[in-house]
């Protein structure tokens, strides 16, 4: 079956300083990787996702995600975070194929000035 | 456009009490899924609806959930006999009907959650 590791619950960052959330998973065949985003009192959202393709994807907001097939990671990066990326982020990893995803417990990114 | 709803946006219920939660998917979504997020936990899985074909219920955690999704649009989730432990914020999304490389490559839209407590 699969799996997601958020190791990190919580993450304290300063704005302007840079951010990685961590993910892992868990699967030995062809999966898609994801990010959704749930910012306070809103649903969740997709922040990016891999499908194929190059292996480095970004969003709209700065964030970007590089799937590591051989270290089964698609950790979150930001160089830069604002007081607005406080939110909680979510990991998800679907089979190719398949009919659901599976999420991870979650990150809860907290932005201080 | 208008997004995916739910209702009601909270329920209250006392243990062994029936409860009816409601989805209304984005319109011309044919794909629409059911999730749990407990406290502490991710989100879990529940049940899948394509179109008409037969729904992937292999998430439902007993024969006290059960859904429908009537005319291929509005969805129910019903749980019979609530337990404390079905305290959680259910989940529905809805996404397009997919074209190639499986329903989980469309993006799938999420509403604002229905949060169930049991007591």
């Known amino acids: 079956a699969q799996s997601v590791t958020q190791l990190d619950s919580q993450v304290p960052v300063f704005e302007e300083a840079p951010v990685e959330l961590r993910c892992n998973y868990s699967s030995s065949v062809s999966v898609y990787l994801f990010w959704y985003v749930q910012y306070p009192n809103q649903g969740l959202q997709l922040l990016l996702k891999?499908?194929?393709?190059?292996?480095l994807v970004e969003s709209i907001n700065g964030f970007e995600a590089e799937f590591n097939k051989s270290q089964t990671s698609f950790h979150l990066r930001k160089p830069s975070v604002h007081i607005s990326d406080t939110a909680e982020y979510f990991c998800a990893v679907a089979y190719k194929g398949g009919n659901k995803l599976t999420f991870g417990t979650g990150t809860q990114l907290k932005v201080e000035l | 456009g208008a997004g995916v709803s739910q209702s009601p946006s909270n329920k209250v219920t006392e243990k062994g009490k029936d409860v009816e939660l409601r989805c209304d998917p984005i319109s011309g979504h044919t794909a629409l899924y059911w999730y749990r997020q407990s406290l502490g936990q991710g989100l879990e899985f529940l049940i899948y609806f394509q179109g008409n074909s037969a729904p992937d219920k292999s998430g439902l955690p007993s024969d006290r959930f059960s859904a429908e999704r009537t005319g291929g649009s509005v969805s129910t989730l019903t749980i019979q006999r609530t337990q404390q432990e079905d305290s959680a914020v259910y989940l529905c999304?809805?996404?397009?009907?997919?074209?190639?490389?499986?329903?989980?490559?469309?993006?799938?839209?999420f509403g604002p959650g229905t949060r169930l407590l049991v007591l």
């Open positions: 999304a809805s996404s397009t009907e997919w074209t190639g490389g499986g329903p989980t490559r469309e993006t799938q839209y």
């Open positions: 891999y499908l194929s393709g190059s292996t």
